[in-house]
């Protein structure tokens, strides 16, 4: 595998350009939507863009961002980008290889604060012991793993991608972790590749086969987990506009999200917000910088519409077991259930469909658990992996 030594570098004329589509947006009207019942609140949304045009330093971003080393390769006609930080542990111990995949609308950014602690775990109180070789990749078709030109790529594809990545970087066996798109994913790597993983961690729990109808039988909540019935299919009802969008149709709002900052960054903001654990102030979770970071790598990059199709190529592809054994994840899983997650599973069914070793329910958190609560994320990745030796 060829990779190639990469630094962002975004033209100044390209945020002159962005600068100038602020200052010219065509405002919608919006009122009686102080909730934000009927999506992003236009109040909110306004100062925030005010911030994006007088304040915010992409420059500053930039740097943070480029002072991990990051590579780009091309597999199967795909072009990936990476972040690739080897851990510093103890003699005699290698460090565990780890890729952790992101989802939507996320970027490979999500990880920022779990980097430093996991490659270099002594110098931020932990145990060296406990160091990792983290790889950081960005979902083909999101962020710099652009221009994406080959259609057909989703959850299902995408571990076959992250196989050829770690076997090229030198690790033919690894761990795994992922929220989002990246659950579906490390989950795929641990029913086809349960070979290659040391381990598969994740923080959503959804059936393989959720987009051909796959469901969990209601049977297996306990009544203490009764309530979560409802609330799972509360985000289904309410939530799921975006999904059954980007599913359908994801080109259509492709061509006005690409063209207009603010409609990108409404499409985002609103997620964030609803998706976090942030009880209706989106920034208690989030810095206005961090929300605009997010889209700002949306945004440069010009990859919400393949983001997006992302959805399409999952719906219109049904996945395909690789085997019929039980569990259907049969690498070793932990699950770290965040108590504002979009869905979360009951733990019979999870025992039944995962080689389910560790179950950590956590008091706080959301969707965005990386960026909402990485002390406890880091935490139960270090004692997962730590028990398998």
């Given at each position: 595998m060829k990779t190639e030594n990469f630094s962002i570098a975004i033209?100044?004329?390209?945020?002159?350009?962005l600068k100038d589509r602020l200052a010219r947006t065509r405002w919608a009207d919006d009122f009686a939507n102080e909730s934000w019942q009927y999506g992003t609140n236009g109040k909110y949304l306004r100062e925030l863009v005010d911030y994006w045009r007088d304040t915010y330093d992409w420059r500053q971003h930039e740097r943070a961002i480029n002072a991990w080393p990051q590579f780009r390769t091309v597999i199967d006609d795909v072009p990936i980008h990476f972040i690739h930080v080897r851990g510093k542990g103890v003699a005699g111990k290698q460090p565990t290889p780890l890729i952790m995949t992101h989802g939507w609308p996320w970027t490979f950014w999500d990880f920022q604060k779990m980097i430093g602690p996991l490659t270099d775990p002594a110098a931020h109180g932990g145990d060296p012991a406990d160091a990792f070789d983290v790889v950081i990749p960005s979902l083909p078709g999101y962020g710099f793993s652009t221009p994406l030109r080959k259609a057909g790529l989703n959850y299902m594809t995408t571990p076959d991608l992250w196989v050829k990545l770690m076997e090229g970087l030198g690790y033919p066996r690894f761990a795994a972790h992922g929220g989002d798109w990246g659950a579906f994913i490390t989950a795929q790597l641990g029913h086809k590749y349960a070979d290659r993983l040391i381990g598969t961690h994740f923080t959503l729990m959804v059936p393989l086969d959720m987009f051909t109808g796959g469901s969990v039988p209601v049977e297996?909540?306990?009544p203490e987990e009764a309530f979560l019935i409802k609330r799972n299919a509360d985000f289904f009802l309410h939530e799921s506009g975006y999904f059954a969008l980007q599913s359908s149709k994801p080109q259509t709002p492709a061509f006005?999200?690409?063209?207009?900052?603010v409609g990108l960054c409404a499409w985002i903001l609103e997620k964030r917000r609803t998706w976090s654990d942030c009880g209706g102030n989106v920034e208690s979770r989030f810095s206005k910088d961090d929300l605009l970071t997010t889209v700002m790598i949306y945004w440069l990059t010009q990859s919400y519409g393949t983001s997006a199709r992302f959805y399409y190529e999952a719906a219109h592809n049904p996945w395909q077991p690789s085997h019929q054994r039980m569990p259907v994840v049969e690498a070793p899983t932990a699950i770290a259930v965040f108590h504002n997650e979009l869905v979360i599973q009951p733990r019979r069914w999870a025992e039944r469909y995962y080689n389910l070793k560790r179950w950590t329910a956590f008091p706080a958190?959301?969707?965005?658990a990386p960026m909402e609560e990485p002390q406890a994320l880091i935490g139960d990745l270090r004692a997962f992996f730590r028990s398998l030796g």
């Open positions: 033209g100044d004329d390209v945020l002159a350009d297996d909540y306990s006005a999200l690409n063209d207009s900052p958190g959301g969707h965005f």
